[in-house]
């Protein structure tokens, strides 16, 4: 079975830094895109990024670029998503998800969800 | 702000088909594939339907997409009180060089 398995809820001030995983399982980590999905306390969906594991390409919305970090260890499966200095507009929860369709982005779509990580920022 | 516009609610009563329209533009929508997710309250969104009309394993007929031109649609036929939920489509920008989600419509079944 595809599964993704991401990191437990984090509670941190403004000014930290932070880093999320989600942790593939049930396919070939290097062979699809993994990507990052915010959504804000009620909320839509808003995507910020990508990466392919088996050779780092990594793509990010505008609205990210310079922002967050998108990184991958695929010696252990694990794509993460990190933040040098933390916002309280970083609330929100962040999903991770596959596409197994195709290289090409094109055919992008996000077939296969975490759970989601809820990221609380407050002071 | 999205870059997929879609509106904010849709509703019926149950056994009713209701339509979702998600207007974009020739860099998105009109030159790739549009998909569309489902998100019930509280869980992390599904794929209903992905290359502008195809269904993953395990999402019931009721469900289709269309696309024409630079605009998609999502019906939903023989709504069920299951089917209350957020609805986003969602092309890939190539000015964006990203991909973008619509704004999303909340069903509500009466």
């Known amino acids: 079975e595809v599964q993704l398995v991401q990191s437990g809820a984090e509670v941190k001030k403004p000014g930290e830094s932070l880093k999320i995983s989600c942790k593939g399982s049930g396919y070939s980590f290097t062979s699809y895109w993994i990507g990052w999905v915010r959504q804000m306390p009620g909320k839509g969906l808003e995507w910020m990024g990508i990466i392919y594991p088996g050779d780092s390409d990594t793509r990010y919305s505008p609205s990210f670029q310079g922002q967050v970090t998108i990184s991958a260890d695929k010696s252990i499966s694990t794509a993460y998503l990190q933040w040098s200095s933390l916002k309280a507009s970083d609330t929100a929860m962040y999903y991770c998800?596959?596409?197994?369709?195709?290289?090409?982005?094109?055919?992008?779509?996000?077939?296969?969800w975490g759970k989601g990580t809820t990221v609380t920022v407050s002071s | 702000q999205s870059v997929l516009t879609q509106p904010p609610s849709a509703s019926g009563t149950p056994g009713q088909r209701v339509t979702i329209s998600c207007s974009g533009s020739?860099?998105?929508?009109?030159?790739?594939?549009v998909s569309w997710y489902q998100q019930l309250p509280g869980t992390a969104p599904k794929l209903l339907i992905y290359r502008n009309n195809q269904r993953p394993s395990g999402v019931p007929d009721r469900f289709s997409g269309s696309k024409s031109g630079t605009s998609a649609s999502l019906a939903i036929s023989g709504l069920r009180s299951e089917d209350e939920a957020d609805y986003y489509c969602?092309?890939?920008?190539?000015?964006?060089?990203?991909?973008?989600f619509g704004t999303g419509t909340k069903v509500t079944v009466l």
């Open positions: 020739s860099s998105n929508i009109g030159s790739n594939y």
């Open positions: 998800a596959i596409s197994s369709g195709s290289y090409s982005l094109s055919y992008y779509y996000m077939d296969v």
């Open positions: 969602a092309a890939w920008d190539d000015r964006l060089s990203g991909y973008v």
